[in-house]
């Protein structure tokens, strides 16, 4: 038997990583609340550095951003 690798989502996102995300997938703070099922108004407070996405949030944004081929590189 074959043991199954497990990827792990979590990612403690910042908030340059959840802006950069959403604009690698072209979408509005609207859309990603949407397809999060948060607020629109959670997206900028990520953004901004209010607060930072709960445990189950990071996961699913790690599995968008896996899906998306997403690779995130901070600025220098």
């Keep these: 038997m074959v ?3 497990r990827v792990e989502y ?3 996102w910042t908030a340059e990583q959840v802006k950069a995300l959403r604009d690698h997938l072209g ?3 609207e859309q990603l609340a ?3 099922g948060v607020r629109q108004q ?3 407070e990520w953004e901004v550095g ?3 996405p709960r445990r189950s949030t990071s996961k ?3 599995l968008i951003a896996e899906r998306a ?3 995130y590189k901070p600025r220098k």
């Design 3 to 5: 043991a199954k690798r």
């Design 50 to 52: 209010i607060y930072k």
């Design 10 to 12: 979590e990612v403690e």
């Design 34 to 36: 949407e397809e999060l």
């Design 27 to 29: 979408m509005t703070q």
């Design 69 to 71: 081929g997403f690779v």
């Design 42 to 44: 959670t997206i900028s």
């Design 60 to 62: 699913y944004l790690g």
